[in-house]
């Protein structure tokens, strides 16, 4: 803990403040790791509420949020806070219209105040989403799976539909991708070989699913480059992992949601495409040629 004091450079922003607590959190103690959790997982209420508000809704005291920023390197809370504070002043003031639409949403039936957040928190997903990634990130990944010898595709439960949709459209464009678990087997067999030419590409949100945390810690013991797609810094499969990509999965109802997961996988497919040239173009003509050839799919009328 002590090696990452240090004195707070006042040109960091709210990215460098959650790179350096995800950092320190695997050392810190139970109620410091309670009070980093919240924040990494809720960033954006930081600018927003005061340190009595953040404490309350993590359920720790005020003085544990005082203890962790100095932790950390700053001088108090206030100025661990500023950083997020600045970002808020410079973002969007706000949405009338969306606000008055998602009002007349919750006025519609019986139904209708679920509707509301049903649409307000996918709504806040995607606009988080977009807000907190950056095109370096899927820039380096998207290139870290296209120069692979192999790059393993992983999802379990849940995260199994969107992740191997990720594998069946993108082996269109590229040749080395391969899915786990295969039929049978579990991730850890399918990772039986791989090594530093390799990446693993696993997906795992809260409650974080063993089998993927036990996979990313033995592919990178391999040498082998890992890109993790999670909910939070706070994640066991984060900070371990060479490109980091973060989709929130609030929702009211009673499962996580998946859109902003399958907004992330789609992005970063089209960066894949956009990095691999006119070969992966003529790959996904040939792959569509060959389906047509087959009588895969539902004649036009049109023809």
Known sequence: ??????????????????????????????????????????????GVSSMRQIASAADVAPNTLVRMAKGLGFDGYEEMRRPFRDAMRRGVEGFPDRARWLQS???????????????????????????ITSAADLKRAASMIVKARTAYVLGMGSCYASMHGFYYIGRMAIKNLTFTPQQASLPIDDLARIGRKDVLFAATYRPYRQETVEAARYAKARGARLI?????????????????????????????????????????????????????????????ANRSASQVYWPDDTD
């Open 105 to 131: 949403l919750a006025r519609s039936g019986s139904h209708g105040e679920l509707f509301s957040q049903l649409a307000d928190t996918s709504l806040n997903n995607i606009e988080t989403l977009f807000s």
């Open 1 to 46: 803990m002590e090696a990452l004091q240090r004195s707070a450079d006042a040109t960091l922003g709210p990215d460098g403040v959650l790179e350096r607590l995800q950092s320190a959190y695997a050392s810190l103690a139970p109620r410091l790791r309670k009070a980093a959790r919240y924040v990494l997982d809720n960033p954006n209420d930081i």
């Open 228 to 288: 993790s797609l999670t909910d939070s810094r706070s994640s066991p499969i984060a900070a371990d992992a060479d490109v980091m990509l973060l989709a929130p999965t609030g929702t009211p109802q009673f499962f996580p949601s998946m859109l902003a997961m399958v907004a992330m996988l789609e992005s970063l497919l089209a960066f894949i495409v956009s990095q691999t040239g006119p070969e992966a173009v003529a790959s996904i003509e040939s792959f569509h």
